[in-house]
């Protein structure tokens, strides 16, 4: 008995061993084939991505307006005959985002050998006065560049910010917000173009416009007091007062208080200065 058990203990790590070297070699034998298959995929990546055929033979750049396609090649710097396949587009997407025009950039290949680049560049909304400098505010409220001389734009500027971090303020973003509702919808274009807004942290806004309105604005809501801007200016004009120079006070919520002023200066005082209250 003895013996019989320990003949079946040798014929079961027998069969163990067996086992164990039928999983070797079943994993040598993966392990050899997913070798080779590297190895042919890298051989075959490395034969496409040197491949001629593939070679960058145009560089396409898209939605530039203030940009110009010459400075958009410079930042990508896509090496000529570069493989098409080869080009990194995170690297690409990275160097033309330096500039501070762009908001974003995505790069596309068109096979077999064109390489596009469409470009959204931020769009300016106003200028910041800020100390003696200017600074480009974009739609969203950020200010992401300091006007050279380089930059042709025509845009309203914000006054009365004293430091970078005020831009910050919920004053400041409301006021964007603001212009930029005055400057898109049809609504307002009795207003004029907006030439100037100054923020104050205790009177709030005020605004003038091309058309000689002084709008004193206060606190929020300011469209909301604009709204009844226009009432008053039609009723003005069926009195057949002149609006060359209105000076408005909306920022008591209860009344509008508007002064004018009269062009030329030699007009009598009281001409020259009435109030309107409604």
Known sequence: MKKTGWQA?????????????????????LLVLSVLLTGVFVYGYCRVVSHPYFQ?????????????????????????????????????MRRVSRNPWVKEVYVGRELPDRLVLEVRERTPLALLRLSNDFYLVDVEGNVFKKMSGSDAVDLPIITGVSQRDEVRSPMFLGAMNLLKTLTRSPQYAYLGTISEINLDLVFGISMITNKGLYLRLGTEPW????????????????????????????????????????????????????????
Do not use: F, H, W
């Not at 790590?13 to 070699?25: K, L, T």
């Not at 008591?252 to 409604?278: F, G, H, L, M, W």
């Open 56 to 92: 960058v033979k145009e560089v396409s750049v898209r939605g530039v307006k203030e940009l110009t396609e010459k400075e958009v090649l410079a930042l990508a710097e896509v090496r000529p005959n570069q493989n098409l396949l080869a080009v990194s587009a995170g690297a690409v």
């Open 9 to 29: 203990k040798l014929k079961r790590a027998q069969r163990r061993v067996a086992d164990m070297s039928g999983d070797v070699v079943s994993a040598a034998g």
């Open 223 to 278: 469209e909301k007091k604009i709204g009844r801007l226009k009432m008053v200016l039609d009723d003005l004009e069926r009195r057949g007062m002149k609006t060359a120079i209105l000076c408005v006070d909306l920022s008591d919520a209860s009344k509008v208080t508007v002064q004018k002023k009269s062009i030329p200066e030699t007009e009598p005082k009281e001409d020259r200065e009435k109030r309107y209250n409604i």
